[in-house]
């Protein structure tokens, strides 16, 4: 088994992805990058699912430390079912997010609807 996996205790969930430089976009660029798809690949520095909030969304904060953060995935609370790991358990790991990068106030955001749109990276 793969270390990054064993560590994050998510064997089988998420595969590995070995993001070049030349493929991803750092967190701190991906507004950019807004209106395109694209992969932002980066370390969760907070993991935080908002139960009280409207639509109960969990937002994965990467970028820099909240609330100054760059970048955000969010994932609906309708979505949250689809995954079998509480998404916020993926703070402090490095992770890449692939799908339409869309503006949240000054910064970017992915909407994720499936755990498929979140792979552990692996930086080279």
Known sequence: M??????????????VLPASASEMIPP???VRHVGKDGLVCGLV?????????????TFLHMGGAFPRHT?????????????DFAPESLQGKTICVSGRIARDASRAEI??????AIKLATIK
């Open 45 to 57: 520095e907070r993991g935080r699912y908002a139960e009280g909030s409207e639509g109960q969304p």
């Open 71 to 83: 970048f955000s995935a969010r994932i609906p609370g309708s979505a949250r079912g689809s995954f």
């Open 28 to 30: 701190e660029t991906a």
């Open 111 to 116: 909407e994720v609807r499936s755990p498929s």
């Open 2 to 15: 793969h270390p990054l996996l064993k560590t994050a205790g998510l064997a089988g969930l998420l595969a």
